[in-house]
């Protein structure tokens, strides 16, 4: 008997660190299996899908106006009343423009330091997801497979590269998912979810608000929700809400620029109210997620199995659970439906197809070695290749960079309305790369834009501008026209 134990002994230590391929594997398990080890790999990856190569291309419809509104912050040093290009700017909160601001300050303004704190947040949320599922289901293995997951499903590494809001929401919901797990056995973080909901909030507004409602099923689900709901330390959140939120939505009611219709009528009452005119019904998410979530849907649907059976005990399972519920159900009764709403279900659909794997892992232990590699090919093909651009993209974006480059700088510099609000709205590129702090023309540049001011206007209209204004065409190029008009006349 103690011969056969010597004997499997020597087996497993030959496979474990012998030569050839099933040493090399097996050494390569336990490097991955070390924290340091795994966690900066996840980082790296998501690094590479979140900025490599993404500064190749110029910055160009969100994008750039995004880019826009926070340089205008900066140079303007007006941090409440957000402006583009001369007209207010109602339809997201100030945190995103204030972040990018600040980056500006520090490294200059320029494509690269335009996408990254989006794509540096798109980093913090891949650890984040990694933490939180480790918290909430054990094991560093199921939160490595889950990171992995998220940070390769296609539609994150897209929302995550270039200047979106999508990876800023995401990180304060995540915090907020974390606080909201612990306040189930811990009241003081109550005070956590707060901030992460005022967090949630500046930085997108309502979808923030996802753990708070968590949150209040899991104080249900554990017969704590009286308790929680009526703590000291909900009044003190509450308290933080008003002081923080409060204070600025008073000053954007009372700024004239009508930002309640703007925002709440127009950008939250339309998403939730207003039929969208691409016809996408309830069930439009399903068959977007069914296009588009590869290779992870199969994977995910069974660890959803998985997790269902699992929360009948575990309080972690449950809060991925009703996350991912609340969130489908939500975005799908919305009347608006955009394929960008769907980010904030991916750290759901990943921590679920992160327990599946880690099932999976026990039969086949080269699993993580293998979607390690896969991940990191991935990641350099995408930094090779980068994101596609169209043929009409590209034209549009150079026609608005060689107008950008032939503004004067010392002269005012208007956009017809044309410019600012047709399709492409090259108002949005021009705005970045163009000097600083352009005006727009709400009706009739004639009667707005003053003597000696340039005028960028629609190559269809540069030349019944130029008649109404007295004007002169300077440049032409692609789709627009420079104008500039004569200065008045010297009063003797």
Partial sequence: MTGGRERGTSLEARDEAGPGAAGRLASLARWIARPGAHVSALAVIAAALGLGGVARVPLDGDPAMYATIARTVLETGEWTHLTFNGVPYVNKPPLHFWVNALVFAAAGRTTFTAVLAPGLLGVACTLLVYALVRRTLGGWEVAFFAALVYVTTPEVAHWSRGVHLETLVTAWVLLGLLAAHRSVAEPSAILG?????????????????????????????????????????????????????????????DEGSDFARGYFGGQIGQV????????????????????????????????????????????????????????????????????????QLYPALAAAAGFALHRAARRVRALPVALL???????????????????????????????????????????????????????????????????????????????????VAREQEAERVAREVGAEIRVRHGILALLERPPAPAVR
Wanted: hydrophobic share 55%; with cysteine.
């Fill in 193 to 253: 979810l707060a901030i992460a909901a005022i967090g949630g909030w500046f930085a997108k507004g309502p979808q923030g608000l996802f753990p708070v409602a968590v949150a209040v099923v899991l104080w249900a689900h554990s017969g704590v929700l009286a308790r929680r709901v009526f703590s000291r330390w909900s009044a003190l959140g509450v308290v933080l809400v008003f002081a923080t939120v409060g204070p600025w939505l008073a000053a954007r009611l």
């Fill in 272 to 343: 939730l109210l207003e039929p969208s005119t691409l016809g996408r019904g309830p069930f439009w998410y399903f068959s977007k997620l069914a296009r588009t979530y590869w290779p992870w849907l199969p994977v995910a649907a069974v660890g959803l199995v998985l997790l269902g059976r699992a929360g009948r005990t575990s309080l972690g399972a449950r809060l991925w659970l009703v996350y991912g519920a609340i969130v489908l159900v939500v975005i799908s009764a919305a009347a608006g439906k955009k394929s960008r709403y769907l980010f």
């Fill in 373 to 455: 590699g896969a991940a990191a090919i991935a990641a350099l093909v995408v930094v090779i290749v980068g994101e596609h651009v169209s043929r009409s993209q590209r034209e549009h974006s150079a026609s608005g960079l060689a107008i950008a480059a032939a503004l004067p700088r010392d002269r005012p510099v208007w956009l017809t309305h044309a410019v600012q609000y047709g399709e492409p709205q090259l108002g949005k590129i021009i705005g970045f790369y163009g000097p600083a702090l352009l005006r727009t023309c709400r009706v009739r540049c004639a009667e707005e834009a003053e003597p000696g001011a340039a005028i």
